[in-house]
């Protein structure tokens, strides 16, 4: 029989735009995906600044590379993994079956967590080599609070995209203990009891039994 854990009996209806795009997990996967573009767009076309007395271009944050490289990979990682799941959510309603379907969601409960995670250090660390950089004032400035503001912003986004994902998560692990049931407590089966459900006690009389206690006199032959 196939389960319909994770929603998969509501499986196999017609695709809804409007339903789809006013669900709270399309709106903030569109933000992130949103802030990601800001983030290492900001960093490839604004990130780097040629100074007098460097020869190189150097990251904005303080002239540490790693910095800017770490922006960059977070956002590009962050802006594939919108469209993938954005994909997989309007895909998800025509999955009938319940195990693709966890698969799925504990998919999204672990990246969007670990994103969360992720993108809470990058804004911490951005943070803090902005506040060490010295010129400030020969290096784009509002690009570089740009960068910090909607990394703090990421997370926040993808910090609600766990908690629906969690959400999402739990409610199919109660879909799935509501839908499952011990067979030995099952009374809806319909094969009959074995005789010997009820114990000892139903055991029936032997029909020789009677006769064997009380066998009567004895009453020889007649000649």
Known sequence: MQSSAYGASLAGGAFDLASFVRQPQTILRCLSWLFSIVVFATITGEGYV?????????????????????????????????????????????????????????????????????????????????????????????????????????????????????ARYRQGVSEFDQEYRDPANDHSTPYPPAPYASGPSSYQQSPFSHNQEHPGEYQPPAY
């Not at 660390?125 to 912003?153: C, G, H, I, M, Y």
């Open 50 to 166: 040629n100074l007098a007395s460097k020869a190189e271009a150097q990251c904005i944050f303080n002239g540490v590379e790693s910095a800017c490289s770490y922006g960059v990979g977070i956002g590009v990682l962050a802006f594939l993994a919108c469209v993938v799941f954005l994909i997989l959510d309007a895909y998800f309603p025509q999955i009938s079956n319940a195990k693709e379907r966890k698969y799925i969601v504990i998919g999204d409960l672990v990246f969007s967590a670990a994103w969360t995670f992720l993108w809470f250090i990058c804004f911490c660390v951005l943070a803090n080599q902005w506040s060490k950089t010295p010129e400030k004032t020969v290096v784009p400035a509002d690009a570089a609070r740009a960068v910090v503001a909607f990394s703090f912003f990421s997370v926040i986004t993808w910090a609600l995209l766990s908690y629906f994902a969690y």
